[in-house]
């Protein structure tokens, strides 16, 4: 086995993180190299991102849950297992936290591992222009006003159908793994991460009738706005690309073809993350 370790270089503890897990991997017999970024905070030699993909048998993320989709949109079409260590307490994405390196290792060592599947969104932003953009989500996209402090009216049609016309501060398109993320804040339902579905959740609408709406991942998805006085809407990838939206550009959503396997060390599981992040209690 070669692992393949990247790091978020801004991230407090990444680098004590990163020499401890290579030591614990040396231990075990295990090959490890670095990505560019990596290597930059270790002041070593690191592994160019074409060749990263192909050499490495597993990639695992040091940081947090930014740094783990951070790591999907810069490994591309990589369908091999993905692991997050989380510098600091655990998150929904990360496979463990930093005090469990040896566990992480010896993990490794044994195969006492298995991967989640993750669903991807396949986006095109359809400017009225005609330029299209393509991205690949994770989490989610947002539609949400812009400068202005108005409520923005979107609209919203699935499979060609108009599905609700929202005066709200936006709206939200998200996977299950996304369900813990934006939406949740927003009041969206958790969703197990192997639920076939998306997530379209409201940001603050002016009717509470307009509620969190579950429906099937093989649908596609429009957004769009005609309201000429909201002004440009900003629209978000994971929190990542920022881009302002006019007056006749479409954003269309669909599953995508490529998923995300993410690394779950046995014993682990999204509803022990949900416990422990949450703070749920026994009765």
């Not at 989610?140 to 609209?155: F, I, P």
């Amino acid at each position: 086995m070669k692992v393949g370790l990247l790091a978020n270089p801004h991230k407090p503890g990444s680098l004590p993180t990163l020499r401890a897990l290579c030591d614990a991997l040396e231990r075990r017999g295990i090959k490890w190299v670095l990505d560019p970024q990596a290597a930059a905070l270790a002041g070593g030699p690191g592994v160019a991102a074409e060749d990263f993909c192909r050499e490495v048998d597993v990639a695992v993320a040091l940081g947090g849950d930014g740094t783990m989709l951070h790591a999907m949109e810069s490994l591309g079409h990589f369908d091999k297992p993905i692991a997050g260590i989380n510098v600091g307490r655990l998150g929904f994405l990360t496979t463990c936290t930093d005090r469990e390196l040896e566990e992480f290792a010896e993990a490794l060592a044994s195969g006492g591992y298995s991967t989640s599947k993750r669903t991807l969104l396949a986006v095109c932003l359809c400017r009225a222009t005609g330029e299209q953009l393509r991205f690949t989500a994770l989490n989610e996209v947002t539609l949400a006003r812009g400068a202005t402090g108005r409520l923005v009216s979107l609209c919203a049609r699935v499979n060609d159908e108009i599905l609700n016309q929202y005066r709200a501060d936006g709206l939200i398109v998200a996977t299950p793994t996304g369900s813990t993320a934006y939406s949740l804040s927003a009041g969206g339902p958790l969703i197990s991460p192997d639920a076939g579905v998306f997530l379209i959740t409201p940001i603050c609408p002016h009717s509470l009738s307009q509620r969190a709406l579950v429906l099937s991942d093989g649908s596609e998805i429009e957004l769009s706005s005609d309201d000429d006085d909201c002004g440009p809407m900003l629209f978000t990838v994971d929190g990542r690309e920022s881009l302002w939206i006019k007056q006749g550009d479409r954003i269309c959503v669909r599953k995508s073809e490529r998923s995300f396997h993410l690394l779950r060390l046995d014993g682990g599981s999204f509803y022990e993350a949900l416990r422990q992040k949450l703070g749920w209690q026994g009765v």
